[in-house]
């Protein structure tokens, strides 16, 4: 079975930086696209970015391009979503999500997701 | 980058009801969207993909259709497992974009 799972909750102040990650199992980690998607507190989904393990080659949302990193190490099948200075608007949960694959036809939805990571950051 | 307006955004029913939800796109999109359903306190889960491809092992009471810019998501015969929130998806694009969710919840 296809399986992502991510590293659990973490608790930080404002400035701090932080990795999380996203361990995948149960598929060839390095044939398919890694996303990550935010959901801040009640509210919707948010698609930040995503990469190709294979080659790391990554696309950014414009909306979290320059605050956020991700990257990918295949020897491990892990991804990885990384802030290097943490502000309290980053509090929200984070999920990884494998992009599905439709025949030979463009594809770029999410057919397997792991738990999430909550992030909290305070003051 | 595409806009993507949803609607409604909350959503009184009954089980048994047949619900539809939409998605209108700022631009065409071809077929390339995707709907999602999200339960409280956990991941989403593909419902439909390619506008109205059915994600193995979803019930066929879901169903998806549309082209260009409007799309739409329909539930026949509501079950109880079946309230939750939904989202649309473009990916025709960078950026990727989702919908703002609709809530659906029992009247």
Redesign the interface.
């Known amino acids: 079975d296809v399986q992502l799972v991510q590293s659990g909750a973490e608790v930080k102040k404002s400035g701090e930086s932080l990795k999380i990650s996203c361990k995948g199992s149960g598929y060839s980690f390095s044939s398919y696209w890694i996303a990550w998607v935010r959901q801040m507190p009640g509210k919707g989904l948010e698609w930040m970015g995503v990469i190709h393990p294979g080659d790391s080659d990554t696309r950014y949302s414009p909306s979290f391009q320059g605050q956020v990193n991700i990257s990918a190490d295949n020897s491990i099948n892990t991804a990885y979503l990384q802030w290097s200075g943490l502000k309290t608007s980053d509090t929200a949960m984070y999920f990884c999500a494998r992009r599905g694959v439709d025949g030979y036809s463009w594809s770029g939805f999410f057919d397997s997701w792991g738990q999430g990571t909550l992030v909290a950051v305070s003051s | 980058?595409i806009w993507m307006t949803q609607s409604p955004s909350f959503l009184s029913a009954s089980a048994g009801d047949r619900i539809i939800i939409s998605c209108r796109m700022s631009q065409g999109i071809s077929s390339?969207l995707?709907w999602?359903q999200?339960k409280p306190g956990r991941?989403?889960?593909?419902l439909i993909?390619?506008t109205s491809?059915l994600?193995t092992g979803v019930p066929s009471r879901f169903s998806g259709s549309g082209s260009g810019t409007n799309f739409t998501l329909t539930i026949n015969y509501l079950q109880s497992e079946d309230f939750a929130t939904y989202?649309c998806?473009q990916?025709?694009s960078?950026?990727?974009?989702?919908?703002?969710?609709t809530k659906v919840e029992i009247k």
């Open positions: 980058v390339y995707a999602y999200q991941a989403p889960k593909l993909y390619s491809a994600q989202y998806q990916y025709y960078f950026p990727w974009t989702f919908g703002q969710g």
